[in-house]
């Protein structure tokens, strides 16, 4: 079982190897040519895992544009340290892109997506909240926790696994702080969403 330390190790050494992965390569340049390019989630927050060397990421744009994410897709691909990118459109949080770009022997995932001013605090729920240092290492050790257990995105995904949101919330609304406390936590929002689609159905 992974210690907090093991995982504050961990965490950064994810987040100095991120620091070169931007600095080194034109990923986040070619971003912030499309529009006010603003860092996200867990690297911004500090509370990566090894399970998942990603950097999420929005594009503020005025008006939300197919051809801009079209354009966007078509420089990126002509980058030598891109492997992969996968693109999406989805009424919420826009266009979207995933790219993937290995990096110091790990396979980094930005995902980045287009938003409207309007619509940034609604896709980047904690993107204004700032954690304490010990909200961030106790989020950051849940995950990493969940994560052994399979119930983490990235791992097996049983039933009743957690998003990064999930763990977020029940941190800073709940004080949740042990694996336990979490799934009894995710238990009780659960029968909670029973009773209201029973009550709606």
């Given amino acids: ?22 600095n080194t390569t034109p990923i986040v340049k070619i971003f912030s040519r499309y529009g006010d390019y603003r860092l996200g989630g867990s690297y911004q927050h500090g ?36 492997r992969r990118i996968a693109i999406e ?14 990096f110091e022997g790990r396979m980094w995932n930005f995902d980045v997506h287009f938003v409207v ?15 304490t240092q010990y909200q961030a290492e106790t989020m950051m050790f849940l995950k990493a926790q969940l994560y052994e257990r399979g119930l983490y995105p990235g791992s097996t995904k049983l039933p009743g696994s957690f998003s990064s949101f999930d763990v977020y919330s ?3 609304d709940d004080n949740v702080t042990s694996v336990e406390e979490m799934i009894a936590w995710g238990k009780v ?11 709606n159905s």
Avoid at 1 to 13: F, G
Avoid at 189 to 199: I, S, V
């Fill in 1 to 22: 079982m992974i210690t907090l330390e093991e995982s504050k190790h961990n965490q950064a050494e994810m987040q100095a190897q991120g620091r070169r992965l931007i």
């Fill in 47 to 82: 509370t990566m895992i090894f399970a998942k060397p990603d950097i999420d990421g929005y594009i503020v744009v005025e008006t939300v544009e197919l051809e801009a994410g079209m354009a966007l897709l078509g420089e990126l691909i002509q980058q030598d340290s891109v």
């Fill in 89 to 102: 459109k989805e009424s919420q949080r826009g266009i979207g892109l995933q790219v993937k770009v290995p």
């Fill in 117 to 131: 001013p309007s619509e940034l605090k609604a896709v980047d729920y904690l993107g204004h909240v700032t954690f």
């Fill in 170 to 172: 029940a941190v800073l």
């Fill in 189 to 199: 929002r659960e029968m909670a969403a029973d009773k209201f689609r029973r009550q």
